[in-house]
């Protein structure tokens, strides 16, 4: 049965950083996403990652600011958010797939299979 399940959210202040957490058990995964959902939005990307050759992807809002890495023993992916910004405030999700058509594909949630119920990140002015 496979599972994800994120940790590391909470309450920040504008500038602070965060440090997300995603363990998959079950199976590995060839691609690991991150997405976000604030109230009344929709589900988008932020970062991806492969888990072979660790290339990385970012949403253009979060370049720069957040860094997606993993650690293959421990099945993790991480995700390490500095430089908070109020509109960073969201429920973020990671999600788990198989990486086929190259890098930007991640991008689209139709590139994942699996799923976790997410974590909570408000960051307050």
């Known amino acids: 049965q496979v599972q994800l399940v994120e940790s590391g959210g909470g309450l920040v202040q504008a500038g602070g950083s965060l440090r997300l957490s995603c363990a998959a058990s079950?199976?590995?995964?060839?691609?690991m996403g991150w997405f976000r959902q604030a109230p009344g939005k929709e589900r988008e990307f932020v970062a991806a990652?492969?888990?072979?050759?660790?290339?990385?992807y970012y949403a253009d809002s979060v370049k720069g600011r957040f860094t997606v890495s993993r650690d293959n023993a421990k099945n993790t992916v991480y995700l390490q958010m500095n430089s908070l910004k109020p509109e960073d405030s969201a429920v973020f999700h990671c999600?788990?797939?198989?990486?086929?058509?190259?890098?930007?594909?991640?991008?689209?949630?139709?590139?994942?299979?699996?799923w976790g119920q997410g974590t909570q990140v408000t960051v307050s002015s």
């Open positions: 990652i492969t888990w072979s050759g660790g290339d990385t």
């Open positions: 079950g199976r590995t995964f060839s691609a």
């Open positions: 999600a788990a797939g198989a990486y086929l058509y190259g890098l930007q594909r991640l991008r689209y949630r139709s590139s994942y299979d699996y």
